[in-house]
């Protein structure tokens, strides 16, 4: 079904026409138009304009006003102070717009982007042989939903998982297997993703014990290392074992989370390793990286370090090894040249802002990035604890991202069984939606703040059905699906020549602005922008249940079937929202 234009846009169009015919010579101008307290829109573009031209800016509204196209859309226009516009819309372009959204069943009348590229996202990207904590978690819930919003958009989207999957330490884990072999065999069949990290664990760390104790060992791992590097093909079969345990236990936890996560789409460092020399070559011999102390480095004048002073991007070590910006930077090779793609996108910790800094900077200077294809870093803060401190435990330890998870799914479980006698839950529902509430929570308590800003983790905060959490919003869906098993041979239908109550029509105009709003997150990368209109929509529902009966008192059967027509759009515009950040909504709750 086509797109619907929505009210702003409409309203946007006639006074741009209108400003363009009082005032020939300002082009194609911007009303700049804007949601008002006062009236439904305020322009305020003719302002600028009037001083521009240097017109009497109060005259020139009024004629802007009189060569304003009103009935259909506009209702009332009137010009305020100085030169503001104050515009009120009609309630039957209301209800008509809404009407248009509520035919468009898979979409909600929300138009796809006009220009689609593809996009590049690299994002969730634990570590080979670790236990994913709570840093890992931004990282996940962003990039999901980052992935969501654009797909829904129309934007052809390619997932990365660039997992730790290389290094050094691979060559201590692969000699200690490689002596101790059944280390990792599994005697029961299948494991499980807590059973495979367990035993990860338990090799690191004895390992570890055995790599700083005998010197003999440490000389053999070492030289597993050059093996590894070499593709030694008993070496390579021992680390692909490393690596098949830790997805078992990384899918387990996007399992968990509620999110998936496809094979193809993990593409460690290892996935590189071949263009690692290739890519050194082509950035020294034109002349972008130049040899340094033995070492192959970048120099920039620009990009300063933490102290002020610049720093080089090692791209190749004096040793002859490669670090992180050589993966980097063939990464991004093969995304632009192989993936053709046109945006790159990358969802990591602020703290790597320097380092992505300088690589798509070498990016840019050697070719691969342009004005046609760009990088960008969608940097996120630290979660923090209550007491405005990295999120660790009380021993000081680093939080385990597994037990958190856990953690929410039971203190949501312990909300939902409080209501469930109430709405008739099973034992079974009461679970199920335990783990959609709690993981909702931490997802929504994320997703709710600005990507680059730190935020404070408080899981009675984020279980609260009060305030701006995700349990308010699953609370107000569930509560209008509930509307309909009351509403007996009443059903949703929209009336354009009702006349629409104060909280209808603040209802009305929010439901309308939901295209336009994700048209915003997707082309800033900012969730937090659609969890703030989710809450809103939520908010003005909660004052529209209050003051217009829906059921009881009944009101006349046209009013009746108009309000469960905005139940119903809200209660759907509310469950795709939610998806869109990767949060479910229960039908009952």
């Known amino acids: 079904m086509a797109s619907v234009t929505s009210l702003t846009a409409s309203v946007h169009q006639r006074l741009a026409d209108a400003l363009t015919a009082a005032l020939p010579e300002a082009g194609s101008a911007d009303p700049l138009l804007r949601r008002s307290d006062r009236a439904d829109f305020q322009a305020n573009g003719i302002l600028a304009l009037a001083k521009k031209a240097k017109a009497n800016p109060r005259e020139l509204a009024t004629q802007v006003v009189a060569r304003v196209e009103s009935g259909e859309v506009i209702k009332d226009i009137e ?3 100085p030169g503001f516009l104050n515009i ?15 035919a468009d069943v898979e979409r909600l009348g929300v138009p796809f982007v006009e220009h689609p590229g593809t996009t590049v996202i690299d994002y969730a990207q634990p570590n ?14 962003i990039g999901d939903a980052v992935v969501q919003i654009l797909e829904f958009v129309g934007e052809s989207v390619v997932r990365r998982h660039h997992i730790g999957d290389w290094g050094t330490q691979f060559g201590m884990l692969i000699q200690y297997l490689i002596e101790h072999p059944h280390e990792l065999d599994h005697q029961g069949g299948e494991v499980s993703g807590e059973e495979a990290m367990s035993n990860l664990n338990r090799l690191y760390k004895a390992a570890r014990t055995l790599f700083d104790s005998d010197e003999e060992f440490k000389t053999r791992a070492r030289r597993r290392v ?33 999110m998936e996560i496809r094979d193809p ?25 130049v040899r340094s102390e033995g070492a192959l480095c970048v120099f920039f004048d620009d990009i300063k370090g ?4 610049p720093v080089p991007l090692i791209v190749r070590k004096s040793d002859g090894g490669y670090g992180y910006a050589a993966t980097d930077l063939s990464a991004i090779r093969d995304r632009v040249f192989r993936l053709k793609a046109s945006t790159l996108l990358y969802v990591v910790d602020a703290r790597q802002s320097l380092h992505f800094r300088m690589v798509f900077e070498t990016a840019r200077r050697a070719g691969w990035l342009n004005d046609d294809v760009k990088a960008h870093q969608l940097a996120f803060g630290t979660v923090l604890g209550k007491d405005g401190k990295p999120f660790k435990t009380r021993e000081g330890e680093t939080i385990r991202l597994v037990d958190l998870l856990d953690e929410a ?18 034992e079974q529902e009461i679970g199920e939606n335990g783990r959609y509430v709690g993981i909702g929570a931490v997802k929504y308590a994320d997703l709710s703040t600005s ?45 354009p020549e009702l006349e629409l109550a104060p909280a209808e029509r603040a209802l009305g105009l929010h439901l309308d602005r939901f295209g336009e709003t994700l048209e915003e997150v997707a082309a800033e990368y900012a969730p937090h922008k659609l969890a703030a209109y989710l809450y809103q929509l939520a908010s003005l529902y909660t004052t529209f249940y209050d003051q217009c009966p829906v059921i009881k008192p009944a009101p006349a059967q046209e009013v009746a079937e108009n309000r469960l027509f905005l139940c119903d759009l809200t209660a759907r515009t509310l469950h795709q929202g939610m998806a869109l950040l990767g949060i479910r909504t229960p039908e009952r709750l």
Request: charged fraction near 30%; proline fraction near 2%; aromatic fraction near 8%.
């Open 409 to 426: 799914i039971e203190r949501a479980t312990t909300v939902v069984r409080e209501k469930a006698e109430k709405v008739g839950l099973s």
């Open 226 to 258: 050059v093996d590894l590097q070499a593709g030694e093909p008993e070496t390579l079969a021992m680390w692909q074992k490393f690596v098949d345990e830790s997805k078992i236990y990384f899918y387990s936890v996007f399992e968990k989370l509620d």
């Open 128 to 141: 080979v042989a670790k236990e994913m904590h709570v840093g890992h978690l931004r990282s996940a819930v």
């Open 451 to 495: 990507a680059v800003r730190d935020y404070k983790f408080d899981l009675d905060q984020m279980v609260s059905l009060n305030g701006d959490t995700s349990v308010y919003l699953q609370y107000a869906y569930a509560r209008i699906r509930s509307i309909f098993g009351k509403a007996g041979d009443r059903a949703p239908l929209a009336h």
């Open 88 to 102: 009120t819309i009609t309630d039957r372009a209301i209800t008509e717009n809404l009407a248009a959204r509520y």
């Open 265 to 289: 789409d993990v593409v460690g460092e290892s996935g590189y390793n071949d263009m690692l020399d290739e890519t050194c070559r082509l950035l020294e011999e034109s002349g972008v990286a």
């Open 79 to 81: 010009v305020s102070g």
């Open 306 to 309: 933490p102290e002020g002073n």
